[in-house]
């Protein structure tokens, strides 16, 4: 499966932003889609999941009330919705898809977009 991603740019504190993810194909229903995010001299951690049919969700703790992520199964495609950015969620964000990519069972990544928040 090929990820293709989109989105990202530089933007204030405060500001929203929407990522999408294109997969090439969707491997099985209950596999996730979503992102994850490096910062500069940081490992890369977990920010969002969700599953084909949208009923299981997870979000990283420092991203919960700020972040939505969404799904169209019927494009393939997964939707990060990042709104009230702060400085600390300046990043590398890679989609990635698998079994759970909060445990980091992944089977693919994208290439990863910046995001940029300034403060």
């Known amino acids: 499966v090929q990820l293709q991603a989109s989105g990202g740019g530089l933007v204030q504190a405060g500001d929203s932003l929407r990522l999408s993810c294109v997969a090439s194909?969707?491997?099985?229903?209950?596999?996730?889609i979503g992102w994850c995010r490096q910062a500069p001299g940081k490992e890369r951690e977990f920010v969002a999941q969700i599953n084909w049919s949208g009923d299981n969700i997870e979000y990283a703790d420092s991203v919960k009330g700020r972040f939505t992520i969404s799904s169209d199964a019927a494009k393939n495609t997964a939707y990060l919705q990042m709104n009230n950015l702060k400085p600390e969620d300046t990043a590398v964000y890679y989609c990635?898809?698998?079994?759970?990519?909060?445990?980091?069972?992944?089977?693919?990544w994208g290439r990863g977009t910046q995001v940029t928040v300034s403060s």
């Open positions: 194909e969707r491997l099985f229903s209950r596999y996730t």
């Open positions: 990635a898809t698998g079994l759970r990519i909060a445990t980091t069972a992944i089977d693919a």
